[in-house]
C-alpha cells in the first residue's frame, strides 16, 4: 500500500561506480548511501541498485555524494566498461586463486565476450596505459603483498603469480618498482601501493 502512494516519487536504478575495489568500500558507500535517506537494495563492486525519492534526492546529490567518498559515477559505456575490466582484473589477482594456465586476456574475452583487441583499445584510450600493463601492475602489487607476508618461497609466488621463473618475476619487479626483490624485503612497507592507486 505504501509503496503505490510513493511510487511516483520514488525512483528504482542502478548505478555504476568507479573506484569501489574491496569489501570495505561497500561497506562504506552501503552506509553513506542509507544516511542519506538512499534505500540500498544490492551492491557489489562496481555498482549498487537503489531507489530513493526524486524530490528530495538528485542525481547530482548521488554523484557529489560518491566524489566525497573516493568513488565516481559512471554515465558512459566505455567508462563502465574499463570500470568493470579493472574490477575483474582486481577479482581475479586480488581475490581468487589465481590460475597460472588460464591466460589473463582469455579470462577476460570469456567474461566480457568481446575481443581482447576491442577491450585492450578501450582501456588505453580511457586509461592512458594498455590492458596488459594495467594487469602486470597488479599481479606486482599481488606479488608485493605475498611477499611481505613471508608465507611463501619467491619461487612459489612465482608460480602462483604465472610467472615462468623466478628470474622473470624478479626482472619484471625490478622493471615496475625501480627496486630490486631484496631491497624491498629491507623495507615492504615503504613500496606497497593501493591497489585503486595503479
Avoid: W
Avoid at 552506509?31 to 557489489?44: F, P, Q, R, S, T
Avoid at 602486470?136 to 608460480?159: G, H, M, P, T, W
Avoid at 610467472?163 to 630490486?180: A, E, H, P
Amino acid at each position: 500500500m505504501n509503496e503505490s502512494k510513493i511510487s511516483h516519487k520514488s525512483v528504482k536504478q542502478k548505478l555504476h561506480i568507479n573506484n569501489m575495489i574491496c569489501n570495505c568500500c561497500i561497506r562504506v558507500l552501503k552506509m553513506e548511501l542509507e544516511n542519506a535517506g538512499i534505500k540500498v537494495h544490492d551492491i557489489k563492486l562496481g555498482e549498487a541498485i537503489v531507489s530513493f525519492n526524486s524530490d528530495k534526492i538528485s542525481k547530482l546529490k548521488i554523484r557529489n555524494l560518491l566524489t566525497e567518498n573516493g568513488f565516481d559515477l559512471i554515465e558512459n559505456k566505455n567508462d563502465q566498461l574499463v570500470a568493470d575490466l579493472k574490477n575483474a582484473v582486481i577479482d581475479l589477482v586480488h581475490y581468487t586463486t589465481y590460475n597460472a594456465m588460464v591466460r589473463n586476456s582469455d579470462f577476460l574475452v570469456g567474461k566480457f565476450e568481446k575481443s581482447y583487441q576491442y577491450l585492450s583499445t578501450v582501456f588505453s584510450e580511457n586509461e592512458g596505459i594498455t590492458l596488459e600493463k594495467y594487469i602486470i601492475l597488479q599481479r606486482i602489487e599481488k606479488a608485493k603483498a605475498l611477499i611481505q607476508e613471508d608465507n611463501l618461497s619467491l619461487s612459489e609466488i612465482a608460480y602462483m603469480m604465472g610467472y615462468s621463473s623466478v628470474q622473470y618475476l624478479s626482472t619484471q619487479f625490478k622493471n615496475i618498482t625501480g627496486i630490486s626483490v631484496t631491497d624491498f624485503k629491507k623495507s615492504p612497507a615503504d613500496y606497497r601501493k593501493s591497489i585503486d592507486d595503479l
